[in-house]
């Protein structure tokens, strides 16, 4: 596949929806910053073991003879004659991050199941094979979710940890030979086949459209991980998931075909820094396709629209793989990117290195005031499903705040849960709070969320799974008061000399770092040059009561919110995104041969300094990327996140949502069940690898704005006025 990729590029075969940006090739520097970030990879721990890669190979191909024996097995009891019994097929494909050849050790592997039309998933793959399972010695902690978004059966085989979907296609016999990229695999499919197969159709796509497949593996690796270390890994949290950034990587791949993973995540970062969403990401062009299947355009489906980080999956049906975004996790993304961008810079510099660029960020030190989401359960199946549900609507919780303050206070989830280990079946998740930069503060003003964490909290208390001792409880905590558990060891650490956001405190000494204006400024030796943030209460909020009407009747649920008050405005360090075209340093046309098609033969080589940069070049690329933004999906513009959170309990039967469990795990794939369906659904309690159909299949929602209620006190409210109020 590695050598297909290779021989798109070279025969001239154009990978994605323009021409490259650049087909220069690798320098002395380039080389060798890409030993170097091969070497860190290895070092944290990326790449798993020779042994461990044997006995996933082993296991996968025990799991085909299984399948295989299954299939005649339930053949023969249907009444089927004996040749059609021995002719009676099923095939077992990979996808996700181990299709991608980008797993790391321990990683689930997702697999897919494709039986043949006579093979049902409720009688024969939930029933005869999950009882063939369950009677294997090498298989434990076997758990079926035939009721999810994506029906999934998750195990441990060997020790090695399987996320097995079920495909039934419309044939008889399932060849042995078979393309799952084809569309007319998808002809008289359910919706639920269509969902698993999506999985492994939009990987092998993907593997089809980058020119270089070991450099899209290496530079794959390396944003996963910086990803997760920057808390931009999640896509129930509203930012992205795997299948989201193997798109955006891909995409650069395309941009530059004969750069290495060092260029590659440097040009990552210049190139996201500049692109102004919502317009798409896409690998290809959208295929309308036979089949009359819905794909994503914003010209002819409306709540397209709503979309503000568009990116596209490339195999037919084609749709936004990323619709969980939202406008905080978007600033925050941006964020990122940009301050990436600064640190590749600094590194062609000398003034920087890949530590520098992987640091974590310091969630409990970047915000004064937080929200703390508690939630626990009587058992551990009630804990797992009850976890399971919350985690899929917390990412309302950030929308209803920004929508009730008019986009005025901003919040920042926390991507993982926090464990307390004296506290069985809890889970503690949170939210940074801070005012959006360019609203004033004043004495006396504050936030009134009350009403809002109370619509939440009756949200969340709509599943229709509900069980005595399902409780969640959401309290306002300052940095100060954030519990120890949530540190590493259960230690918290001492307090920096300076407050505020910490992004410009992890830029090391001697780092030039870009300012909006243009001006540079130097960090002094070890210390902060931000100003500190500020979010407080007012006098009384700490002691406000616990609110717990609503709920069903002999719940114990709670809710204690609180008057929020800002007490600083600016956030110094925190670069705001811009939309305008940005100054950017660019490779010399002479080593770079940028835009004119040719591929330099014998490249001139350079050291670790940076490259000279050309007005010329700057603006080739910025033309480029313009260009790519000027397509017919570029004028479109993203309304108002309305629909999702007025139908969204109506509407949530239809929602297939990705939980993912930490910084450092795998996805968990959710159904949704509907506030008033007549069935219940169950839920994923264990974890399903990133790269999943449920992450490719954007929510039905219908549109139907409301009203605003307003719920922002511009004076001091009293507590019991408020609580009267609210009630």
């Not at 409306?302 to 999956?313: A, E, F, Q, S, W």
């Not at 809710?559 to 490779?587: C, Q, R």
């Not at 506030?675 to 399903?688: D, G, N, Q, V, Y």
Request: glycine share 8%.
């Amino acid at each position: 596949m590695a050598s297909s990729g290779a021989a798109n590029q070279h025969n001239g075969q154009r990978l994605g929806i323009t021409e490259p940006i650049s087909f220069g090739g690798p320098m002395e520097y380039d080389v060798t910053k890409t030993h170097e970030l091969e070497k860190f990879l290895e070092n944290v721990g990326l790449y798993e073991h020779q042994e461990e890669a044997v006995r996933r190979e082993e296991v996968l191909g025990r799991l085909d003879q299984i399948v295989k024996l299954w299939v005649k097995t339930i053949s023969r009891a249907k009444g089927l004659n004996e040749q059609l019994v021995q002719e009676a097929n099923a095939k077992i494909f990979t996808f996700g991050s181990y299709r991608l050849g980008v797993h790391g050790p321990g990683a689930d592997i997702d697999t897919l199941c494709v039986g043949p039309r006579h093979a049902t998933r409720e009688d024969d793959f939930f029933g005869e094979l999950h009882r063939m399972l369950s009677e294997m010695p090498e298989v434990t902690e076997l758990h079926p979710v035939p009721d999810a978004f994506v029906p999934v059966m998750r195990f441990k085989f060997n020790g090695v940890s399987i996320d097995l979907l079920y495909a039934k296609l419309s044939l008889w016999v399932i060849p042995e030979d078979l393309d799952v990229s084809q569309d007319s695999i998808l002809q008289n499919a359910d919706e639920q086949t269509v969902r698993s197969l999506n999985g492994c159709r939009v990987t092998d796509q993907i593997l089809r459209l980058v020119p270089n497949i070991q450099n899209f593996r290496t530079t794959l690796r390396c944003m996963r991980f910086w990803a997760k270390r920057r808390g931009v890994y999640s896509n129930v949290a509203g930012f992205l998931g795997g299948i989201n950034w193997a798109l955006l990587v891909a995409r650069i791949c395309q941009l530059y075909p004969n750069a290495l993973p060092n260029m590659l995540v440097s040009r990552f970062f210049r190139v996201f820094t500049q692109w102004r969403w919502p317009n798409p990401v896409m690998l290809c062009d959208i295929e309308e396709g036979s089949l009359g299947l819905q794909v994503w355009d914003p010209r002819r489906n409306p709540k397209d629209r709503y979309h503000l980080m568009p990116i596209i999956t490339p195999a037919y049906p084609s749709m936004n793989s990323s619709y969980n975004v939202s406008s905080s996790t978007l600033r925050i993304m941006t964020e990122e990117f940009q301050r990436g961008h600064e640190i590749c810079e600094a590194m062609e510099s000398s003034n920087g290195d890949w530590d520098m660029l992987f640091e974590p960020y310091p969630f409990f030190e970047a915000y004064k005031n937080y929200l703390q989401i508690d939630i626990n359960a009587e058992n551990a199946d009630d804990y797992q499903k009850w976890k399971g549900w919350v985690e899929s609507r917390l990412r309302t919780l950030t929308l209803k705040i920004e929508r009730h303050t008019y986009n005025m206070l901003q919040c920042h989830p926390h991507p993982g849960e926090f464990t307390d280990n004296s506290k069985p079946f809890h889970s503690c998740y949170f939210m940074g709070l801070q005012r959006k930069k360019e609203v004033p503060a004043s004495e006396g003003e504050q936030f009134d969320i009350r009403m809002t964490v109370d619509d939440f909290r009756q949200t969340v208390n709509m599943y229709t799974m509900w069980k005595p001792g399902m409780e969640i409880r959401v309290s306002h905590v300052k940095r100060r008061s954030i519990p120890a558990f949530v540190f590493p060891g259960g230690i918290r650490p001492r307090p920096a000399k300076s407050s505020g956001d910490k992004r410009s405190l992890e830029m090391k000494s001697g780092f030039d770092k870009k300012l909006d204006d243009g001006k540079k400024r130097k960090k002094e030796n070890g210390g902060d040059s931000t100003t500190s943030v500020g979010v407080g209460l007012t006098k009384n909020s700490a002691s406000l009561p616990c609110l717990s009407e609503g709920g069903h009747a002999g719940s114990p649920i709670s809710t204690a919110t609180s008057l929020v008050k800002v007490d600083h405005l600016e956030m110094d360090g925190v670069i705001e995104p811009k939309t305008e075209k940005i100054d950017t340093e660019m490779l010399h046309p002479a080593t770079n041969g940028a835009l004119n098609g040719s591929v330099q033969q014998s490249p001139p080589l350079r050291t670790a300094s940076a490259p000279i940069a050309s007005s010329n070049s700057e603006e080739a690329e910025t033309l480029a990327i313009e260009k790519m933004m000027a397509g017919p999906y570029g004028t479109h513009q993203a309304l108002p996140e309305l629909d999702e959170l007025e139908v969204d309990i109506e509407n949530a039967d239809q929602v297939g949502e990705v939980a993912e469990l930490s910084l450092e795990s795998e996805a968990l794939e959710i159904g949704i069940p509907g506030a008033t369906a007549a069935h219940s659904s169950s839920f994923a309690i264990a974890s399903l690898e990133e790269l999943e159909p449920a992450e490719l299949m954007a929510p039905s929602v219908q549109i139907n704005p409301a009203p605003v209620k307003p719920l922002i006190r511009l004076s001091f409210t009293s507590l019991g006025k408020a609580t009267s109020h609210g009630s």
